[in-house]
Protein backbone atom coordinates (compact mmCIF):
# COMPACT_ATOMS: atom_id res chain seq x y z
CA UNK A 1 0.00 0.00 0.00
CA UNK A 2 1.85 2.90 -1.49
CA UNK A 3 -0.39 5.56 0.50
CA UNK A 4 -0.62 3.27 3.34
CA UNK A 5 1.11 3.22 6.52
CA UNK A 6 2.01 0.55 9.29
CA UNK A 7 0.05 -0.58 12.09
CA UNK A 8 1.25 -2.51 15.12
CA UNK A 9 -1.21 -2.97 18.24
CA UNK A 10 0.63 -4.46 20.59
CA UNK A 11 -0.60 -5.69 24.52
CA UNK A 12 1.86 -7.59 27.12
CA UNK A 13 0.40 -11.04 25.95
CA UNK A 14 1.72 -10.30 22.36
CA UNK A 15 0.91 -8.89 19.13
CA UNK A 16 -2.76 -7.73 18.61
CA UNK A 17 -3.00 -6.51 14.52
CA UNK A 18 -0.22 -5.80 12.57
CA UNK A 19 -0.62 -4.45 9.30
CA UNK A 20 -1.15 -2.04 6.15
CA UNK A 21 -3.98 0.65 6.76
CA UNK A 22 -5.41 3.51 5.13
CA UNK A 23 -6.41 5.54 8.47
CA UNK A 24 -6.52 4.53 12.91
CA UNK A 25 -9.15 6.45 14.92
CA UNK A 26 -8.63 5.90 18.68
CA UNK A 27 -9.42 8.24 21.90
CA UNK A 28 -6.13 9.67 23.75
CA UNK A 29 -6.28 11.65 26.93
CA UNK A 30 -6.34 15.28 24.97
CA UNK A 31 -9.35 14.35 22.97
CA UNK A 32 -10.32 12.04 19.94
CA UNK A 33 -7.36 11.47 17.16
CA UNK A 34 -7.64 10.29 13.26
CA UNK A 35 -4.01 9.32 11.67
CA UNK A 36 -3.30 9.24 8.27
CA UNK A 37 -0.35 8.67 6.63
CA UNK A 38 2.83 11.12 7.00
CA UNK A 39 0.95 12.33 10.30
CA UNK A 40 3.76 14.41 12.39
CA UNK A 41 5.75 12.21 15.22
CA UNK A 42 3.45 12.11 18.00
CA UNK A 43 3.69 10.78 21.09
CA UNK A 44 0.47 10.43 23.47
CA UNK A 45 -1.83 8.45 26.29
CA UNK A 46 -4.71 6.36 25.24
CA UNK A 47 -8.05 6.38 27.10
CA UNK A 48 -10.55 4.22 26.75
CA UNK A 49 -12.48 3.83 23.54
CA UNK A 50 -13.23 2.43 20.03
CA UNK A 51 -9.79 1.66 17.96
CA UNK A 52 -10.85 2.23 14.53
CA UNK A 53 -8.68 0.64 12.06
CA UNK A 54 -9.14 1.63 8.18
CA UNK A 55 -7.78 -1.14 5.89
CA UNK A 56 -8.36 -1.51 1.84
CA UNK A 57 -11.23 -3.82 2.75
CA UNK A 58 -13.02 -2.19 5.16
CA UNK A 59 -13.17 -0.53 8.86
CA UNK A 60 -12.41 -3.06 11.77
CA UNK A 61 -13.23 -1.74 15.08
CA UNK A 62 -11.96 -2.66 18.56
CA UNK A 63 -12.61 -1.47 22.12
CA UNK A 64 -9.04 -0.04 23.66
CA UNK A 65 -8.48 0.46 27.20
CA UNK A 66 -5.55 2.33 28.24
CA UNK A 67 -1.41 2.37 27.33
CA UNK A 68 0.21 4.41 24.83
CA UNK A 69 0.59 5.52 21.34
CA UNK A 70 3.76 6.27 19.16
CA UNK A 71 3.07 8.21 15.93
CA UNK A 72 5.66 8.30 12.91
CA UNK A 73 5.11 9.24 9.49
CA UNK A 74 5.13 5.34 8.14
CA UNK A 75 4.02 3.61 11.35
CA UNK A 76 1.64 4.14 14.41
CA UNK A 77 2.53 1.84 17.65
CA UNK A 78 0.12 1.23 20.17
CA UNK A 79 0.92 -0.22 23.57
CA UNK A 80 -2.26 -1.59 25.00
CA UNK A 81 -2.76 -2.80 28.49
CA UNK A 82 -6.30 -4.42 27.28
CA UNK A 83 -7.93 -4.48 23.42
CA UNK A 84 -10.50 -6.84 22.46
CA UNK A 85 -11.76 -7.59 19.42
CA UNK A 86 -16.10 -7.34 19.64
CA UNK A 87 -16.37 -11.25 19.38
CA UNK A 88 -14.16 -11.53 22.62
CA UNK A 89 -16.00 -9.19 24.99
CA UNK A 90 -18.35 -10.94 27.49
CA UNK A 91 -20.95 -8.31 27.43
CA UNK A 92 -22.99 -10.16 30.63
CA UNK A 93 -19.49 -9.37 32.55
CA UNK A 94 -19.56 -5.70 30.93
CA UNK A 95 -22.82 -4.67 32.16
CA UNK A 96 -22.50 -6.52 35.70
CA UNK A 97 -19.43 -3.82 35.79
CA UNK A 98 -20.84 -0.84 34.57
CA UNK A 99 -24.11 -1.29 37.65
CA UNK A 100 -21.52 -2.07 39.94
CA UNK A 101 -19.49 1.31 39.31
CA UNK A 102 -22.77 3.21 39.01
CA UNK A 103 -24.14 1.56 42.60
CA UNK A 104 -20.90 2.97 43.90
CA UNK A 105 -20.48 6.35 42.38
CA UNK A 106 -24.12 6.57 43.87
CA UNK A 107 -23.81 5.27 47.02
CA UNK A 108 -22.27 8.60 48.54
CA UNK A 109 -19.75 6.29 50.20
CA UNK A 110 -17.20 8.38 52.13
CA UNK A 111 -14.16 6.46 51.47
CA UNK A 112 -15.38 5.90 47.37
CA UNK A 113 -12.74 5.92 45.19
CA UNK A 114 -14.11 8.04 42.64
CA UNK A 115 -11.64 7.65 40.28
CA UNK A 116 -11.09 4.14 39.98
CA UNK A 117 -15.64 3.79 39.92
CA UNK A 118 -15.43 6.07 36.84
CA UNK A 119 -12.77 4.62 35.06
CA UNK A 120 -14.22 1.21 35.56
CA UNK A 121 -17.97 2.54 34.56
CA UNK A 122 -15.77 3.74 31.05
CA UNK A 123 -13.96 0.51 30.42
CA UNK A 124 -17.33 -1.37 30.93
CA UNK A 125 -19.16 1.20 29.09
CA UNK A 126 -16.77 1.12 25.78
CA UNK A 127 -17.00 -2.72 25.88
CA UNK A 128 -21.18 -2.36 25.78
CA UNK A 129 -20.95 0.08 22.61
CA UNK A 130 -18.91 -2.50 21.34
CA UNK A 131 -21.77 -4.90 21.26
CA UNK A 132 -23.88 -3.59 17.16
Known amino acids: MAD ?5 VVTPTGG ?3 GEVSMVEL ?3 E ?4 IY ?3 IPLTAVVAPGVLKIHEDGGEKEA ?3 SGFITILPEQ ?3 MAEVVEWPD ?3 FARAEEARSRAERRLSSGEANLDVARAEAALKRAMVRLNMKH
Open 31 to 34: GEIG
Open 88 to 90: EID
Open 76 to 78: VTV
Open 16 to 18: FYD
Open 4 to 8: GMKLK
Open 37 to 39: PNH
Open 63 to 65: ALM
Open 27 to 29: TTT
